[in-house]
């Protein structure tokens, strides 16, 4: 079964470590979130492609669950003596991956590119493609003005109410070699447990993506980042409430309807789940919360399961 994902960062990082190990890594395509790359100190820093090459290659900072195991900031010290920015938090070695992705665009190579010589050399095994070589930061409207996403995410730790989000240069950005075909092409797409707003539309908002979505024969499914009302790490139960959204599993299963065939609902939303197949959908209810190796690898397992069947009894139907 070839399984391409759209992926954020943290959440998505956890639930497809449990996948490449439930699927055969060289079956999996992951589409990454760029919105939140960020230019620093002259360094291009692709937070969500990084924090998914890390987790699959074993490396990354479990606790945190972004940048790198045992890393140190020296260099951040350093620049903050100068006077310069510190709040966003590289680390010494996260630095020699800004360092030489930065230096691979210098010399013409795409993020694409740059993207795929850093999974090779970590031991990625599962394709990793940003979801555009396009640079097209998310901007993030608030009631203390416009701000990078990183500004409010890191910097102002989501503290402003969210107005409205958009993406700069949007309109002119090319999906990535590979990304729509990728879509086009697989037998099944996932939506990873990611921000609708933040980690998700961005990737969805990258021209011809959508489309891609709509027109694909895969069987589309999406996992919940909402439990019991809340969202396991970030912003996402805010964003729903304040973009005037239902704060709930179900609310972020109508902002995917007009895509999904399959929706991933925590079984503790038990209750929530006629409400979620009004929309169309089918409902598989699991445990979805993910805080060990055998937690993500059990989702994820549910996940090929449904998948199969679905597609099986599909296959069976035409
Ligand atoms: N997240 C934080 O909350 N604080 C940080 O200082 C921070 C630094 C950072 C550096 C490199 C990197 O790849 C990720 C980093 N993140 C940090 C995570 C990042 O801001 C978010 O996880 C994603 O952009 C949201 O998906």
């Not at 951040?76 to 510190?86: H, P, V």
């Not at 995410?153 to 107005?163: D, S």
């Not at 939506?191 to 694909?216: D, H, Q």
């Amino acid at each position: 079964m070839k399984i391409t994902a759209l992926a954020g960062g943290v959440g998505a990082a956890k639930f497809l470590l449990g996948l490449s190990r439930e699927a055969a890594p060289g079956d999996i395509t992951i589409i990454s979130n760029t919105g939140d790359d960020i230019e620093l100190f002259g360094l291009h820093v692709s937070p969500d492609l990084d924090t998914v090459a890390y987790t699959l290659a074993g490396l990354s900072d479990e606790t945190k669950g972004w940048g790198l195991a045992g890393d140190s900031f020296e260099c951040l010290s350093w620049l903050s003596r100068y006077g310069e920015q510190s709040w966003f938090n590289l680390g010494d070695r996260d630095l020699a991956t800004h360092i030489h992705r930065s230096e691979m665009l210098r010399r013409g190579c795409s993020l694409t590119e740059a993207t795929s010589h850093i999974c090779k050399s970590l031991g990625v095994q599962p394709r990793l493609l940003p979801m555009s070589d396009d640079y097209t930061p998310t901007l993030i409207i608030t009631d203390e003005g416009e701000m990078h996403f990183q500004e409010y995410f890191v910097r102002r730790r989501c503290e402003p109410i969210v107005r409205a989000v958009r993406f700069a240069n949007i309109e002119s950005a090319r999906p990535a070699p590979g990304v729509e075909a990728a879509i086009l092409e697989a037998d099944a797409v996932v939506i990873c447990p990611s921000n609708p707003f933040i980690s998700i539309g961005p990737i969805l908002a990258v021209p011809g993506v959508l489309e891609a979505l709509k027109r694909t024969s895969a069987a589309v499914l999406a996992i919940t980042p909402i439990v019991g009302g809340k969202a396991l790490k970030g912003p996402a139960a805010e964003m729903l409430r304040d973009l005037g959204h239902e704060v709930s599993a179900r609310g972020v299963a109508r902002i995917y309807g007009e895509f999904l065939d399959l929706f991933v609902l925590d079984a503790r939303d038990e209750g929530e789940r006629s409400g979620i197949e009004a929309l169309g959908m089918q409902v598989i209810g699991t445990d979805t919360v993910m805080n060990t190796i055998e937690d993500k690898q059990r989702l994820a397992a549910s996940v090929v399961l449904a998948l199969r069947e679905y597609i099986g009894a599909a296959t069976q139907c035409a």
